[in-house]
DNA sequence: CAAATATGTGCAACCGGTTGTTCTATATCA
DNA sequence: TGATATAGAACAACCGGTTGCACATATTTG
């Protein structure tokens, strides 16, 4: 049988109060009596019930993450190292994490949480434009944040700053002397292509040049144009391929490779992400490392403080970090 | 203000206990006073609490997935995958699913989770040997599961039939004339290395043939070996490279690629899982594909009807597919 | 038509904690 | 020394559900 206040109070000859104050150390108690009851429990190894302590509390201890159901998730390290990021901050605060599969196809999952009260806030670890999720949340009254500037009024989001190393990306190339790029970039219904995107672009002009629009092929994470559009790239004269993150480089530099072109001889290439997806590429891929799992704790840590009466909303994170490797020398 | 049994009791002039049978509907009830509350309970959008429901049920209606902490996740859609089928299923039966990180450099998380009591069984997602999630999970007396064989004697587990299917891929490219296979496989610490390394060696038997040992390589995961691995097996007159997942297979191709080696004309290339890592690839990977998903939801099954008092022990999911594709032809 | 049974509802205890208030014994002060 | 403050502990209500039991009314049965 498992252990209550009730029972240790009872073991102790003490109060169910007593016993309570003893071990959260609130309220008036002799040193004496403390001791004597957290030697006990600790003896016993004795654990309040969270259940107990939620139902009083009003609190449930379990933040919710919302993670796209679709496919995507599993192709990006990013959302795993996100994932880490939470759950290790949640772990400080004594709170767990709830997984929600959700996405526009159905937020029967995100519901059932909130509804049923099995959360005290939502995180949401992708942005997509006009999101359901986003949606529900707004009209909900339950605190939560946005992985990714939604570009949305009064929607709070934490960011890495994906405008400014994109653009920053693209400087540092031209730098090397490489001007003329193709991009490679993902769904346009996610915001994070649309950060990006514009980074390019403003890479450029704060070089005093100009992107080539014809060489922007986006919505490449499932398409079979991979082929042709490098092919296009590269008879149009990219000198450098940037994809928008390791998922699409892992595909183009399949594809180049297996069309017999040379990486960085015949083309250079760059990502965004550097997850260990690419670390072991042949050859090394010159890729901007975003911390990830430091974003990811970063929404904790700001929801926790809104639940305590603080009322942050966004922040962006204006660190990273770009790696130079073989594939763009 | 959020509404309770209380408040809807009040308001519909009946008693707390009428609300809630009217909603369980268990318990004699009339027909008439069920609509009357249901009805209203719909227009106000009611939804009981989960933490009151769980307190007296004594069930939190949680299960927690433990997920390995280290960033082998994050190179696994495999893991993506079960958890989608875990979250799923969950679903049916209205419960949520509390992520765990741990492995054997820590399981504080899985401590916390299950000595405070926030879950009503476990399921960890990936059995490694002498696994300190598995001891702690011994010793404790909560129902869970494990996936993967864990070949320990009263460990619980779900698996796919890893030995039967490498045995049958195995067959599969010796039916197509392929005779000499290099094995590149992962971490012996895991226990379907040595499922698929049995099944891989019994395939040949099976075929009255024996594997080369000498071309069985283990641990390849974050080997810098990987390049040489690969150049000796070929000189060993190895024809096909069998890879023990698609991260593997991934690195593997990239890395044959970069060396000028043409899959499938100079050496041919299989793998398990059948991602969509691998899914872009050229030329298209022959893979052999196990249903994660279904395998997460019997995972949840299982615990579930455990938890309802039956005592149901391991099963293994029989069914396989092999997707004979470009790389072996 | 009384007795037995069935039906619908409510009371109150319970799940295991937290916390405002009260009570008692001791310490401090004028 | 009596009035007042304070420390330590306990009482009891509360969080929001579930459920065994009692009770009143309606229905069936001999």
Known sequence: MSHTLDS??????????T?????????RIS?????????????????????????AANR?????????ADSALGEMPY????????????????????????????????????????????????????????????????????????????????DHDNEGAASRMIETLIDAGITRMALIGGGENINVTHSRLAGFRKGFLNKGLKADESLIFLNMHKSARMDSVLKESIAEGAECIVCMDDMLCNSV????????????????????????LLSTSKPSITSLYFDAKKLGGQCLEILMRNLDGESITSQTLTDFNIQMRDSTL
């Not at 040193?31 to 139902?55: M, Q």
């Not at 530099?253 to 260990?276: Q, R």
């Open 253 to 276: 530099l399949n594809c180049l490779h297996n069309d017999g072109i040379s990486v960085p001889e015949d083309i250079k290439l760059c990502s965004f992400y550097d997850s260990n």
């Open 31 to 55: 040193e004496e009596t403390r001791k004597k009851v957290n030697d006990y429990i600790k003896e016993i190894n004795y654990r309040p019930s969270a259940v107990a302590r939620s139902l």
């Open 8 to 17: 240790i109070a009872k073991e102790l000859g003490l109060s169910k109060t």
């Open 19 to 27: 016993v309570s104050r003893a071990i959260s150390g609130k309220g």
């Open 79 to 158: 959302f795993q190292t996100l994932m880490t990021g939470v759950c290790d901050r949640a772990m400080d605060f004594e709170y767990d994490v709830l997984i929600i599969l959700a996405d526009n196809d159905g937020i029967a999952a995100l519901r059932h949480a909130v509804s049923n009260k099995k959360i005290d806030a939502v995180i949401v670890s992708r942005c997509e434009r006009d999101s359901k999720v986003i949606n529900f949340l707004k009209e909900s009254d339950i605190p939560y944040i946005v992985v990714g500037n939604p570009m949305e009024e009064g929607v709070p989001y934490v």
């Open 60 to 68: 449930t201890y379990n933040v919710g993450l919302v993670v796209p």
